[in-house]
């Protein structure tokens, strides 16, 4: 089951979209047909409020980098909900983070700060001796 692109705030205040994709099951017929009227939209709405609820207790490195745990929480979150209606989730996966586009130019002028602080070239400088055998050998 999709659940689709929410709008969240992280918990380091940015903005970003975020979609995911449940897998479940039901395992009692009868509760998911007696407990809840719509076994499917009500799973549907509890996916959506956790994904919500997750992403905001989480910051943007976090999310980025820690997707497992991430997918974890969520589906442990959803299965305790939807157990009373015979329904398990078996798995819970972040589909795609869209950050703002204000952030991912951020993000890239950051990344490209990071690189003009490395060292160009991890060679050593030639001294004048090698400079002068070089430019004989390219004019023979």
Known sequence: MPIQSQGNITRDN?????????????????NSVI?????????????????REVVGQHTLDEI?????????DIRQILDGSTLDWGVEVTLV????????????????????AEREKRPRSSTPKASPSQRRRWAMRRTR
């Open 64 to 72: 980025l980098a820690e997707t497992d745990r991430i997918n974890l």
């Open 14 to 30: 940015v903005s970003v979209d975020v979609s995911a994709v449940a897998y479940f099951r039901v395992v009692d017929a009868v």
């Open 35 to 51: 407990a809840i009227e719509n076994v499917n939209a009500a799973t549907n709405q509890v996916a959506q409020t956790t994904l």
């Open 93 to 112: 996966e972040l589909k795609d983070v869209q950050l703002p586009d204000t952030m991912k130019r951020a993000m890239a002028r950051q990344a490209e």
